[in-house]
């Protein structure tokens, strides 16, 4: 393409006018980014991920529930494939990245108690297991007081208490830790191949501390990643992973819609005090007067307590709210605003559950968007273009992965399986649901279509 490769010295990214090349770009450091990046490593490719602000998203607010029984909603029983998949992924994949990072994510396969706190609750929760257990998934009714010998700081008024073994958590922030000390830890050159996965001129070899511009093309193909800084990634794949920005990038392939809109969350962190530890030993979802709420212990003593669902005005604000990982500094991702209504709502209705939650203390309130889509599923899987009648084609170079709204953090292992897979040349028929241009058009043929790079 007649950009000369990067210095080898340069540490963060290619300089103005250069390029770096690897195997995969990855478009985007959250959890989902970085899943796929390490699954592409360890399939044996090199990969450079870019992300000037990496884990300062949607995932830095997380809970990490890996609910997929509990988040089963009516009429959303396609996405429920997808959250077993991931969910029954998450053992092996907790304990593979642990072995590499040598570090722990904060897997935890403790069970998840589901409280309704007035009879009207109780009825809403157990209209839900019914459909539930249509599904074949396990919850089972608990009598309060067993509840209670289980939880003892669970309150005596609650109305009913439900078991849900299947659902369990892991920690974000620590997972995106973990992803980064594994992406740091390459196989040596000279091996099995001859070639080493470290990439000349990313930091640690896989990182690139820009923000992506746009893609870029050659042929009719994705070749790689326009950086703001004025650098270029060049790479036989690109993996679009940008969250709730996924839409705003430039040369996306002509007629392709991906329809994002933020869903904001407020969330809390809460110490619990030694002489009330442990508070929880299972995570805690609740339903308090209809409104969800949920408490999810940590081994590290604190709690997370969440989270709402917001549309309204003040998503839109840009102020700073809660901390932001260490390495995004000022380019952390535009934060949600904290709404007053949201934090009053959640510390009142887990007190509701948990009494004792009046006497924590309260460390941090962060609020994040959530990438959402009309149908509440990802975008997920390669962009098919029209090539004529039957034709299987698609825009080659290109894999989008966005739009993971509630369920991201569950859903990684199973996205990061998928992309590996479609990089591999194996599409699996059933995550066509998730197709990203089932809100798109038509898709021609990109060599007539696309706009030149800049
Ligand atoms: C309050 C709250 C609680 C949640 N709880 C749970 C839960 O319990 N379980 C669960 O499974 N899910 C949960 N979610 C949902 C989950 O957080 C998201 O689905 C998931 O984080 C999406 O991950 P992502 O990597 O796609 O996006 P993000 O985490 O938003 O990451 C996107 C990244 O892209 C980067 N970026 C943006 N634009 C560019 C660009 N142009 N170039 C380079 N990089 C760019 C950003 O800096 C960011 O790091 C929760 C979400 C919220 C808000």
Not at 305 to 317: F, K, S, V, Y
Not at 444 to 453: C, G
Request: proline content about 8%; aromatic content about 4%.
């Amino acid at each position: 393409m007649g950009i000369p490769e990067s210095p080898p010295d340069t540490a963060a990214g290619p300089g103005v006018g250069h390029a770096i090349s690897a195997d995969v770009a990855v478009i985007g450091g959250g959890v989902i980014g970085h899943g796929i990046a390490w699954e592409a490593r360890r399939s044996g490719r090199s990969v450079v991920l870019i992300d000037d602000a990496p884990g300062s998203g949607a995932s830095w607010a997380a809970a990490g529930m890996l609910a997929p029984v509990s988040e089963l909603h009516y009429q959303e029983e396609e996405l429920l494939g997808l959250m077993l998949d991931a969910s029954e992924r998450w053992p092996q994949f907790a304990a593979d990245l642990t072995g590499v990072s040598g570090r722990g994510c904060g897997y935890l396969a403790t069970p998840t108690l589901t409280i309704g706190a007035d009879a009207a609750d109780r009825q809403a929760l157990m209209d839900l297991r019914t459909v539930q257990q249509a599904n074949g998934l396990a919850v089972e009714p608990l009598t309060v007081r067993e509840a209670r010998r289980r939880e003892p700081l669970l309150s005596p008024g609650i109305a009913c208490a439900l078991d849900t073994p299947a659902d369990h958590q892991v920690d974000p922030r620590r997972l995106v830790e973990c992803f980064r000390a594994a992406l740091a830890n390459h196989l040596p050159a000279g091996g099995a191949g001859g070639v080493g996965t470290a990439v000349a001129g990313a930091l640690d070899g896989f990182a690139v501390q820009d923000r992506a511009v746009g893609l870029e093309w050659t042929d009719g193909a994705v070749a790689g990643v326009r950086l703001a800084g004025g650098g270029v990634v060049l790479a036989g794949e690109t993996v679009v992973a940008n969250g709730m920005a996924a839409s705003s990038l430039d040369n996306l392939p002509a007629g392709l819609r991906l329809p994002l809109r933020p869903v904001h969350g407020d969330i809390l962190r809460l110490a619990v005090p030694p002489h009330l530890r442990p508070l929880l030993t299972s995570t805690v979802r609740g339903l308090v007067r209809g409104v969800p709420v949920y408490l999810v212990p940590r081994e590290d003593g604190t709690v997370v307590i969440g989270a709402t669902q917001r549309e309204d005005a003040l998503g839109g604000t840009n102020a700073a709210s809660g901390a932001v990982p260490a390495n995004a500094g000022s380019n952390a991702a535009p934060a949600s605003a904290v709404s007053a209504g949201g934090v009053y709502q959640l510390l009142r209705d887990a007190q509701v559950l948990v009494p004792a939650v009046a006497e924590l203390e309260l460390l941090e309130c962060t609020a994040r968007a959530r990438p959402a889509t009309p149908d509440n599923a990802p975008l997920l899987g390669r962009v098919p273009m029209d090539g004529g009648e039957g034709s299987a084609a698609h825009v080659p170079g290109l894999i989008v992965a966005t739009g993971f709204f509630r369920h991201g953090v569950l859903l990684t292992p199973a996205a990061a399986a998928i992309c590996r897979d479609l990089m591999d040349g194996k599409a699996d028929r059933r995550w066509q649901p998730f197709r990203p241009d089932r809100f798109s058009g038509r898709i021609p043929a990109p060599s007539f279509n696309i706009k030149e790079t800049a």
